[in-house]
């Protein structure tokens, strides 16, 4: 055991450039998308039946298949077109096709986007139908209601299951170390064994952090379930 070579300043200085890209990997991804799941979880509910089934086909195919397959596909598939190629440095959006990050956030942003659309296109669905009626009482529309209602409703008993999913995509992100250019956390790791060969050493602090996000992520969800979800609590009196 040479713990000492993890404590070198250039050692923890590696971790930290990974660190810093795998938070904004994930808050990126979530970011992008959590926009792309809510639009895709309205076409998932919407009376259009070709736009159902084009969506629910687009969240199967994402759901059936690897994540590193998907990261392989843009990265060494889509980016590495000649088509794509030649509009490199003139044509948006291919311009940021060259970049190992934007590669890594499509991916990483359609994989959690195809999840999530599922769950809160599940959770619109179970929408109590009283709530629905409500709404239509006052005179609000069907997207009115949606808005206003159904929407915000469903996303507070969506979150459990949310948290579920930002933790698997927090892991996830270790695939970005498949994509060459990309220091994440994992590829840090990997850095340290191949240049000490430390894969003890190297790979279980790696995993030490990972936990310690992980147990910040999940905190922060339980708190977060405590203030939007309190009122379906079972009372205790």
Not at 41 to 67: D, F, K, M, N, Q
Not at 75 to 103: M, N, S
Not at 113 to 139: D, F, K, N, P, W
Request: hydrophobic share 55%; with cysteine.
């Amino acid at each position: 055991m040479r713990w000492e070579v993890i404590a070198m300043p250039q050692t923890l200085a590696l971790y930290a450039e990974g660190l810093v890209t795998t938070v904004w990997l994930l808050l990126s991804a979530l970011a992008v998308g959590g926009v792309l799941a809510v639009l895709m979880a309205l076409a998932l509910t919407s009376t259009i039946a070709p736009l159902r089934w084009v969506v629910g086909a687009l969240t199967y195919v994402i759901r059936g298949t690897p994540l590193l397959i998907q990261v392989y596909l843009i990265y060494y598939g889509i980016a590495q077109l000649e088509w794509i190629q030649a509009r490199w440095d003139t044509v948006w959006p291919w311009t940021h096709f060259k970049d190992a990050f934007f590669c890594a956030l499509l991916a990483f942003s359609l994989n959690t986007a195809g999840y999530t659309a599922e769950l809160l296109a599940g959770s619109i669905r179970e929408t109590s139908v009283g709530e629905i009626e409500a709404a239509q009482a006052m005179g609000m529309s069907r997207w009115q209601a949606m808005r206003r209602i159904v929407m915000p409703s469903a996303m507070r008993r969506t979150l459990p299951a949310y948290s579920n999913e930002v933790v698997m995509m927090l892991h996830s992100t270790s695939l970005a170390s498949t994509v060459p250019g990309m220091l994440d956390l994992t590829a840090a790791a990997s850095r340290i064994y191949s240049d000490y060969y430390l894969p003890f050493e190297a790979y279980l602090f790696a995993a030490g952090i990972y936990l310690v996000i992980t147990f910040m992520l999940v905190g922060t969800f339980r708190l977060a379930e405590r203030r939007f979800m309190g009122h379906l609590a079972p009372r205790t009196h």
